[in-house]
């Protein structure tokens, strides 16, 4: 692309009659073009690098030899998409918003598109496999973004699913992303070390969601939208029944085999859009992604779970334990993030559970033993701590007995640890099933 088409439509002012092969946020060998963005980590090396190779450097900082763009980060998504030719209506935007729930919900609304054999692609920092976009960050930066479009647009995809999180609407990664649906999962508490308000944190959604064509959300959330273009759900669609679950919409129901606990319009909208092929969907392949409340055994009832919001913690927690006479909960928090989070999930655990075992989930470049003493003041105790996750599962199988419950929260289908600055390959559910098969042979059971 030539640099004056850009310059048409960019305030960047690039030289003239410059062709741009490879616009990148790394110092990769092709890149003619980089971006760097000022932020917290110093960028000296990497400007000085780029400059010795002579390639161009658009920048929100003032330095010699960068061009400098004032607000850089609101054109970043815009600039990506129209380099890669993806235009407004190339697809139609499913976006899922929320303090919790987000990825569940995306997932399980690409899985019944697939079952409806509708073409549709997923972005999504949780999933891999066969049409999605494993992205690094929740909301990815238009880079990211814009490629995962160029290869849906490749695919002729029709229906495009991701997740608009606050933060990523708060730096502008969705700028140019017009969403036709947008789905609203709740609205509670979550990323204040960010936004610094809760009143923030609810405006940066709600901002978004104002652009959507459609918006599927529950009334008793505490914001009014005063528009025709307002999908309201008064009442749960899910209601359930033990380890099984029922799908109430427009009084009919539809049984389902399993668990799927989620308080959203996704039916809603299933039945709005698709009424001509209500028929074909198979309720009983309708499953929670993995790791999401994962059933690995039921008696003694262990399950799963990636919770990482206050308001998932709970909802997960209370419903594990109202199925089983004594409930374990094994779990930690993160490291780097907000610490009133750890508080909040020992007062959980103490609350709905019989026994807590704290334990290492991705504390970063935080000691283990200080995340782990914010978690247990209420009552230090009720808790056992131990560090070594591995440990920790198997003493949780120790303490298990027939018809009681053991949930595993925190991890889910991640595959790794982070710990000290390092990367460690970790996949909780090959070591909560080692241990499993353990115990039932020992138990019999």
Known sequence: MNSNQINKKFPFHLPKNHKIRYPSFTLNNKTDLLFILKGKQNKDELIKNALNREILIISDIKKKGIIYCKDLKQYITPFFLYFNHIQDNDFIYIAIT????????AKLLFDIFN???????????????????????????????????????????????????SIGIATFRLNGIIPNV???????????????????????????????????MRKDIPYAFENKNVCYVEKNQIVQMGLKSKVIVDKKEYDLPHILPIETPIFD???????????????????????????????????????????????????FSSLVKHSIAVFGAGGNR?????????????????FGIVTEDNSRDEEFKDIASDIIKIDPSFFIVIEERKSAIKKAFSLLKKGD?????????????????????YNERKEILKNLKVYLKRTGA
């Open 98 to 105: 929320g303090t919790s729930m987000k990825s569940s919900l």
């Open 269 to 319: 909208f299933i039945f709005t859009y698709f009424k001509d092929k209500i028929d074909q969907i198979p309720f009983n392949k309708i499953f929670y992604p993995k790791g999401r409340l994962e059933i690995l055994n039921e008696d003694p009832l262990v399950m799963m779970d990636y919770a990482h919001s206050e308001d998932a913690f709970l909802s997960t927690v209370s419903y």
């Open 338 to 354: 907000e610490k009133q989070k750890r508080f909040a999930y020992g007062r959980i655990v103490k609350e709905y559970c019989d």
């Open 115 to 165: 079952l409806l054999d509708e073409k549709v692609y997923l972005i999504s920092s949780s999933f891999k496999g066969k049409n999605i976009y494993h992205s690094k960050l929740t909301t990815p930066w238009g880079n990211e973004f814009a490629l995962a479009l160029k290869r849906a647009k490749r695919k002729k995809i029709r229906y495009v699913i991701f997740e608009a999180s």
């Open 405 to 425: 419950g053991v949930i595993f929260l925190g991890k889910g289908n991640e595959e790794s640890i982070i710990k000290k600055g390092k990367i460690y390959p």
């Open 182 to 216: 947008i789905f609203l999962t709740n609205l509670k508490e979550d990323h204040l070390d960010f936004h610094k308000t809760l009143k923030k944190y609810h405006e940066t959604k709600i901002s978004y969601m104002k652009l959507a064509k459609k918006i599927f």
